[in-house]
């Protein structure tokens, strides 16, 4: 089993930053893939980005690509989310997720999921 806890979530402006991180414990050597997915109300995950916890690669959607920043700190066994100039359709609940395999969009894909944390951006 692997556990997650998200944190680094909270209220900023538009054009604000923020980091979240997300810290894994447990049987982290099974995690190949980790990544951050967002949540709003009556509505799916959506991918935000993904990481290779050797490093080798990560990846974004065009929604966050120029803006994000997704990294995993292999020492510490931690995700992070680095965003820029964030805009109100940022706005969600922010949750880490981490596979046992390569990494994939869609969150149900996922076998260990963290409980979130909130990030709310106001013009």
């Known amino acids: 089993q692997v556990q997650l806890s998200e944190s680094g979530g909270g209220s900023v402006q538009v054009g604000g930053s923020l980091r979240l991180s997300c810290a894994a414990s447990?049987?982290?050597?099974?995690?190949?893939?980790m990544a951050w997915f967002r949540q709003t109300p009556g509505k799916e995950h959506e991918a935000v980005a993904t990481?290779?916890?050797?490093?080798?690669?990560?990846a974004y959607t065009d929604s966050t690509k120029r803006r994000f920043t997704i990294s995993y700190d292999n020492a510490k066994n931690t995700l992070n989310l680095q965003m820029n100039n964030l805009k109100p359709e940022d706005t969600a609940m922010y949750y880490c997720?981490?596979?046992?395999?390569?990494?994939?969009?869609?969150?149900?894909?996922?076998?260990?999921g963290g409980q979130g944390t909130q990030v709310t951006v106001s013009s």
């Open positions: 447990g049987a982290t050597g099974t995690i190949s893939c």
């Open positions: 990481a290779y916890t050797d490093g080798t690669s990560t």
């Open positions: 997720a981490a596979r046992i395999g390569g990494c994939r969009w869609n969150f149900h894909d996922y076998n260990f």
